[in-house]
């Protein structure tokens, strides 16, 4: 919340609300234009949030929520050392042999594990590791390629909505709201299964009825050796060991009295340990500049830049009047407002980057806690905006950080990723997945 000591000075005497209402606009703009690294926009954006006298430093400094940036950090770092030992490439292989190699069987099992391993990572992470084993994959099998990598960007956004760790909004909504891991497993796992379970289906009847592939090229792919993909088997183990107390540890984050960014860094710093005691030194500052280098540092900085840009607007005023303006339309009843925030966060998602939209959502629905009964009062809220901005990240090809990741990784390998083609096919399914959650979340809590 803003600091209540803390009043705007703004140039020439202008009204804080309708400069930072502006800025934010602008900033907006222009990320969903794409002509600049979204980084850069958001910094700009903070950065003219203080000069201008929305913010001073150290108010500005004070919207940055650090538990936030600290969990990514040391969930890149995990992942990017974890990645070196191989066992994503084995995990991809092995899937696809225990499908028998048939082209359904290996759409179907690596739609479950890239929904899996972006439950319990992050999805843009999974498919990072996951694309490539599947074209190598498809290309053994001599069937189209878009198919599975359309599925498994749907399974990673659906399957990384079931944690606090999976999706960016999720760890934002985690970290800003106090809402720990094991909450976010009782309260949305349960529907992410039958949403799955959906997804899979209407994939199935969409693609997996008609691909076929030639027993010799059936051949090639049970001959891919799963083994021979781990790279370093002593990594290997460290790497399943930390992260397996990493996942207990945010399973026992309550009662241990720990924040997500401790467990994360600390995690991050013991296999770093692992991967260098054994090296020299220049090999070791090799090895951790290389680490490193892995961690997505334009994500972190976008996530500075644009929390500051927030901060700004809730300071503004402009939260506060949106939210007021929303608990009317509601009436104050909880559930109206948990159904406008379902689908308005699925529709709006799917046009502009679910990372930015929700960044803005959550102090908007926090303005609106007096009004609905208390802060404890409003956390199906919470699950509405959770389900509605990560799932509906599946309705175009600019949703989500990992579609776009997707879509560029096919390109450089000659897949053709087309927007309208996406949204032809994924804005219908969002909207089944985003139905199935509206069912849920009346019976469970309205």
């Not at 499908?99 to 999974?126: E, R």
């Not at 280098?293 to 402009?318: P, S």
């Not at 308005?344 to 959550?362: C, E, G, K, R």
Request: charged share 10%; aromatic share 10%.
């Amino acid at each position: 919340m803003p600091d209540q000591h803390f009043t705007p000075h703004i140039f020439f005497g202008l009204d804080p609300l309708l400069v930072s209402t502006v800025i934010l606009c602008v900033t907006y703009a222009t990320i969903i234009w794409d002509k600049l690294n979204r980084a850069i926009v958001a910094l700009l954006g903070a950065s003219l949030m203080v000069v201008i006298g929305a913010l001073d430093q150290t108010e500005a400094l004070r919207g940055i929520d650090w538990n936030t940036l600290g969990l990514l950090t040391g969930m890149m770092i995990l992942v990017s050392i974890s990645r070196r030992s191989g066992m994503f490439e084995f995990l991809a292989i092995w899937s696809a042999q225990a499908a028998k190699a048939h082209p359904a069987g290996i759409l179907l099992i690596l739609q479950m594990t890239t929904a899996v391993v972006s439950a319990l990572l992050d999805n843009v992470t999974t498919v990072l590791l996951v694309v490539p084993v599947t074209l190598a994959i498809t290309r053994e099998l001599d069937v189209p390629p878009y198919p599975y990598l359309f599925a498994e960007v749907f399974a990673s956004n659906i399957g990384g909505t079931a944690t606090l760790i999976g999706d960016p909004p999720n760890i934002l909504i985690g970290s800003l709201v106090g809402l720990d891991f094991n909450a976010f497993l009782y309260h949305l796992a349960p529907i992410i299964i039958v949403v799955m379970a959906a997804q899979a289906l209407m994939i199935h009847f969409l693609w997996g009825t008609s691909l076929r592939s030639t027993t010799a090229r059936k051949a090639l792919v049970m001959g891919m050796s799963a083994r021979n993909a781990i790279l370093d088997w002593p990594l290997l183990w460290q790497s399943l060991l930390v992260l397996t107390f990493v996942i207990v540890a945010f399973v026992l984050a309550r009662p241990l009295h720990l924040e997500p960014a401790t467990i994360a860094l600390t995690g991050a710093a013991v296999l770093m340990f692992l991967d260098n005691w054994q090296h020299h030194n220049e090999k070791q500052s090799e090895n951790v500049h290389k680490t490193f280098t892995d961690v997505e540092w334009i994500t972190i900085f976008f996530f500075i830049g644009l929390f500051i840009v927030v901060h700004g607007v809730e300071v503004g005023g402009l939260l506060r009047l949106i939210a007021d303006r929303l608990v009317e339309v509601s009436g104050g009843r909880m559930a109206t407002a948990g159904y406008m925030i379902l689908w308005a966060s699925a529709f709006l998602s799917a046009i502009i980057d679910n990372i930015p939209f929700v960044a803005t959502m959550i102090p908007l629905i926090k303005s609106m806690a007096p009004a609905m009964g208390g802060a404890d009062r409003i956390e199906p809220l919470w699950w509405c905006l959770s389900l509605g901005a990560c799932l509906g990240g599946n309705g175009t090809l600019i949703g989500a950080s990992a579609n776009l990741t997707v879509a560029g990784l096919a390109e450089r390998n000659g897949v053709p990723f087309r927007f309208a083609t996406y949204v032809l096919y994924g804005l219908p399914m969002m909207i089944v997945s985003v139905a199935l959650s509206h069912i849920y979340v009346w019976w469970r809590y309205f």
